[in-house]
């Protein structure tokens, strides 16, 4: 079955610890991408990466840091200079194309915890 | 600046009847997508329509249908005999090429479909 994981779905951490939230996907989808939803808000785009070893911060970067040296992986890390880093985290891939744009798909998401 | 708004936060409806999301946008480009997702309680984003700005051909799937009007700069989503299942938030999203396919979420619909 082609998709995408994100583990875990809960995830608990100290306040100062980082924390790293996995997301990888099997749909050869060359663009991928991390939001932050927060109690009855929409997504905010935190970063993506659009091809292998390259990424763009999104409009709430600060605190979290990405890479992709795969294809099918990009994970995030919630630093401890996130200030509120409680929140749920869903990571999503799409198709690029030149000249074309596809929807993206979602994982179930990780919901993180920090007391 | 684009721009979604759903300014319906919540709606409650009995099972049966149809009910309508509204989603109006702000963008200056003449090309863009639209796009519904829905979020069940479990938290995944669950892709449901994408429209591109040259087609203002209203959609119908099932029980959901989805009326574009370039006009009045809306995408509005109906849902005819509604089902407990169709219980969750929706959210309507636009994309324009030229921002790296980066998608603009919509603050979010809680739709409760009372039995």
């Known amino acids: 079955d082609g998709g995408i994981t994100q583990s875990p779905k809960y995830l608990f951490r100290k306040e100062g610890q980082n924390v790293t939230l996995s997301c990888e996907q099997n749909l050869n989808h060359d663009a991928m991408y991390w939001y932050r939803q927060d109690p009855g808000q929409g997504l905010r785009l935190i970063y993506y990466?659009?091809?292998?070893?390259?990424?763009q911060k999104g409009d709430i970067a600060e605190g979290y840091s990405v890479s992709r040296e795969k294809k099918e992986s990009f994970p995030l890390t919630v630093t401890s200079a996130q200030k509120n880093p409680t929140a749920f985290y869903l990571c999503?891939?799409?198709?690029?194309?030149?000249?074309?744009?596809?929807?993206?798909?979602f994982g179930p998401g990780t919901r993180l915890t920090v007391t | 600046a684009q721009k979604v708004t759903q300014a319906q936060t919540e709606i409650s409806v009995v099972e049966k009847e149809d009910v309508t999301l509204d989603c109006v946008y702000e963008t200056r480009d003449t090309t863009y997508y639209l796009f519904w997702y829905k979020q069940p309680p479990s938290g995944e984003l669950v892709f449901l329509i994408r429209r591109n700005s040259f087609d203002e051909q209203n959609e119908i799937s099932g029980r959901y249908s989805w009326n574009f009007q370039k006009s009045t700069s809306s995408f509005n989503f109906t849902i005819t005999a509604s089902q407990v299942v169709d219980s969750a938030v929706y959210f309507c999203a636009l994309s324009e090429p030229r921002l790296d396919d980066k998608i603009i979420f919509g603050k979010g619909t809680r739709l409760h479909i009372l039995p």
């Open positions: 990466s659009q091809i292998v070893n390259d990424f």
């Open positions: 999503a891939s799409s198709m690029r194309r030149a000249g074309a744009f596809y929807e993206q798909y």
